[in-house]
């Protein structure tokens, strides 16, 4: 008997650990509502979330296309830039339309800090685009850009 309510409790145990998990995951899903390019950025394009340690991205709706000559684009990588200490990459390495961000997943600039999830009152910016090799450096070309603001 007591070992059927260890296994039970167990269960329990994983059960609502998933659940916390599940519930705390954010979803921003990419489209042209919500692109900040151009001269009317206003608070309405803003994305909102609530605080979180795992962001979703999904651009499966939303077509990337090159600058130059409106070409479709696979874009390879994100950036997500919160203020001068917290500045991340994503490399996206699979053909998957939505992307999991979270401290695992976002490479931090040199002499940046650690990713340690979005707090209430950040602000950040998420660029989706291309890392292109240049002669001297790499260059991060930019094909969808908006703003999104955590609060509870």
């Not at 203020?83 to 339309?97: A, G, L, M, P, V």
């Not at 997943?105 to 090799?133: C, H, M, P, W």
Request: aromatic share 12%; no cysteine.
């Amino acid at each position: 008997m007591l070992r059927a309510l260890k296994i039970v409790f167990s269960g329990v145990l994983i059960l609502l650990g998933f659940t916390t998990y599940a519930s705390s995951t954010q979803t921003l899903v990419i489209d042209n509502g919500h692109l900040m390019v151009g001269k009317e950025n206003t608070e309405d394009k803003l994305y909102h979330i609530k605080p979180t340690e795992h962001l979703l991205i999904d651009y499966s709706q939303y077509r990337f296309l090159s600058g130059k000559n409106g070409v479709k684009i696979k874009p390879d990588t994100m950036s997500v830039i919160i203020d001068n200490k917290r500045q991340y990459f994503y490399k996206i390495t699979d053909n998957k339309t939505v992307q999991h961000l979270y401290s695992k997943t976002l490479t931090y600039r040199d002499g940046f800090q650690e990713f340690s999830g979005l707090k209430s009152g950040d602000k950040f910016i998420l660029a989706i685009g291309n890392l292109v090799q240049s002669k001297d450096n790499k260059i991060f070309k930019v094909a969808w850009i908006g703003v999104v603001k955590v609060s509870n």
